[in-house]
Every structure is written in structure tokens, then in C-alpha cells.
């Protein structure tokens, strides 16, 4: 069994479109994440997430937002793609916050914007 | 707060050994290292959580200091599977988890 399974694996889709990443974790985590990986490898938290909390980097363009319709879900909502947002998006997740434990992350789904 | 690794990248013959540092401008939680290979994603390989830690398993060991700001992760007797990118993470207060901008191992025969 996979423990946090994203969908879809690559992604390529038009700028101006809306399009979404799934993420699925069955390892009964609280916290979830998302990370971006640019071209350049730089990991970049994009926000964390548990059932009680969200906390969003503050760089990160409002065009993303994560959607959550339960604790072992946490999805990646993107609007109005840009050149820019190309890059590999990882899903991750951890008992309550990730201090002390090991974070788990997906595959990673492959973004082109074209 | 991002950590500062480095190097950013370092190449070892096999058999050869390599330390990968890790710092913060200010004290630390925990520090997590996790090593990606190229197309997959990070793979945790451990953490420390307190001053004056080390921790190892195989050929692979790290420390973190006694003020909680560096930490130094130790590669010895280098094999061809440790090629990959090296990240820390850390994490401080209720902050989540934050990487450095990695360090590009690459090990030759």
C-alpha cells in the first residue's frame, strides 16, 4: 500500500487554466503538506496543514489554495496557471507537526505549464 | 527560516568520505536529513532532536551541536548508491518543516 499516493504523476496543461493535484495519505497522519520543487531542486514549503490549523507561506501567490475534505486528504487547487508555476509539487504528511517525526512524502506530481 | 547547507555540491570517489553541513541563524526544535534521488522524491534518513545528538545507521551519521544551530551529516566510505540530494529540514517552535537549498552528492568509481 502506498502510504501518501498524488494524482496525477505529470500534469501539462495551458496558462490561464484551473487545474488540481490530489493527495491521499493512509498512514493516519494530522498534518499534511505541499512543497514545490523548482527547477533549481529547492524544496519549498507551500503550506502545512492539520485539522485544526492552516499555515500558508506567505509567498506563496493566493492563485494556490489547499482544500481539505478530511484528515487524510489534502489537495492542491491551482487558478489561472502561469509559466512560472512549472514544477514538481510534493504532498507530504507526518504525526502533528513534523518536529519530531518523519515526514512521508508522495511522488511528487510533475507540473508544465505551456 | 531556511537553512544553509553546504556545500551545494561535492563529488567523492568510492570509498571516499564527505561531511554535509547544516546551519540556522538562530536555535533549533529538530533537524531532519533526507537524501532524494533523481525523479523521485525525498527519502527520510534521519533526525535529531537533541543538543549533542548523534545518530547513524550503516556508513551514513549525524550530529547536532550543543546549541542547537548546525547540524553535520557524515558520509564514510562512500558507495555509488549515495548519490543523490541531500536536504535538511528544520523546524522551530511551531513552524513546519523547512529545507535547505540541498547539497548534490555525486560518487564516481
Known amino acids: 500500500d502506498t502510504a501518501v499516493s498524488q494524482t496525477p504523476k505529470y500534469l501539462v496543461t495551458q496558462m490561464g487554466n484551473d487545474k488540481s493535484i490530489k493527495c491521499e495519505q493512509n498512514?493516519?497522519?494530522?498534518?499534511m503538506y505541499w512543497y514545490k520543487q523548482d527547477s533549481k531542486k529547492f524544496l519549498k514549503i507551500m503550506f502545512s496543514?492539520?485539522?485544526?490549523?492552516?499555515?500558508i507561506n506567505e509567498t506563496v501567490p493566493n492563485r494556490f489554495s489547499p482544500k481539505s475534505p478530511d484528515k487524510a486528504h489534502l489537495n492542491l487547487h491551482i487558478n489561472s496557471l502561469e509559466l512560472g508555476d512549472s514544477a514538481v509539487y510534493f504532498c507530504?504528511?507526518?504525526?502533528?507537526?513534523?518536529?519530531?517525526?518523519?515526514?512521508?512524502f508522495g511522488q511528487g506530481t510533475r507540473l508544465t505549464v505551456v | 527560516q531556511q537553512p544553509v547547507q553546504s556545500p551545494q555540491a561535492v563529488i567523492l570517489r568510492e570509498g571516499e568520505d564527505a561531511v554535509i553541513n547544516c546551519s540556522s541563524s538562530?536555535?533549533?526544535?529538530?533537524v531532519h536529513w533526507y537524501r532524494q534521488k533523481h525523479g523521485e522524491a525525498p527519502v527520510f534518513l534521519m533526525i535529531?532532536?537533541?543538543?549533542?545528538e548523534q545518530k547513524g545507521h550503516d556508513k551514513i551519521s549525524a550530529s547536532f551541536n550543543e546549541k542547537k544551530q548546525q547540524s553535520s551529516l557524515y558520509l564514510t566510505a562512500s558507495q555509488l548508491s549515495y548519490s543523490g540530494t541531500y536536504f535538511c529540514?528544520?523546524?522551530?517552535?511551531?513552524?513546519?518543516?523547512?529545507f535547505g537549498k540541498g547539497t548534490r552528492l555525486s560518487v564516481i568509481a
Open positions: 507530504a504528511s507526518s504525526r502533528q507537526g513534523a518536529g519530531n517525526t518523519e515526514a512521508f
Open positions: 496543514y492539520n485539522n485544526k490549523e492552516l499555515i
Open positions: 498512514l493516519g497522519h494530522d498534518t
Open positions: 529540514g528544520t523546524q522551530s517552535g511551531n513552524t513546519p518543516l523547512v
Open positions: 535529531l532532536l537533541k543538543g549533542g
Open positions: 538562530k536555535a533549533l526544535y529538530s
